[in-house]
């Protein structure tokens, strides 16, 4: 974990941006990062003077909303875009901006804090709210799924 051994990839957007192009410029990534994986490469250790299997895997990556929508699927036009909340997102419809915008932060905060009193700063209302449960991976996608399911059938009707 050195920053040595660490690679940034950069897309830089087009006027028009990549869309669901994108796949073209990540087929070939992640068909290496499978075979990284799972088979390995045999590598050269200069230090030991010996051959090592070396394997890889994509940790993270880091995007804005568009992006994360294009790279996951997920939609990011509907109430539903915060990753941390999943189906829990408290949402609201800019009418002026013509988007949605997420809120209900507070929730995340002690119920002692005083921002969770604090109309001013916010939207005129105090936040007491329960944080959503930490998820663990299975049962985040379960619930994306669920939710994904629930997004494809109020877009048909």
């Known amino acids: 974990m050195k920053q040595c ?21 990540l087929q070939p990534l992640i068909e290496e990062l ?62 002026h901006g013509r988007k949605f915008c997420c809120i209900g932060h507070r929730r995340f905060l002690h119920k002692s804090d005083r921002m969770c009193k604090d109309k001013i700063s916010f939207d005129g209302k105090m936040e007491w709210g329960e944080a959503p449960k930490l998820l663990s991976g299975m049962e985040m996608l379960q619930q994306l799924d669920g939710v994904l399911t629930e997004y494809k059938k109020k877009k048909r009707s």
Do not use: H
């Open 34 to 95: 499978k075979e990284l994986f799972s088979i390995g490469l045999q590598t050269y250790d200069a230090f030991t003077g010996e051959m090592f299997t070396l394997k890889a895997a994509l940790l993270w990556t880091i995007s804005d909303f568009p992006a994360y929508a294009i790279l996951t699927g997920w939609s990011t036009s509907s109430g539903k875009t915060c990753p941390r909340c999943v189906g829990d997102t408290k949402s609201c419809w800019l009418k």
């Open 5 to 25: 051994f660490f690679f940034l990839s950069v897309l830089i957007n087009s006027p028009k941006g990549l869309g669901n192009k994108i796949d073209v410029y």
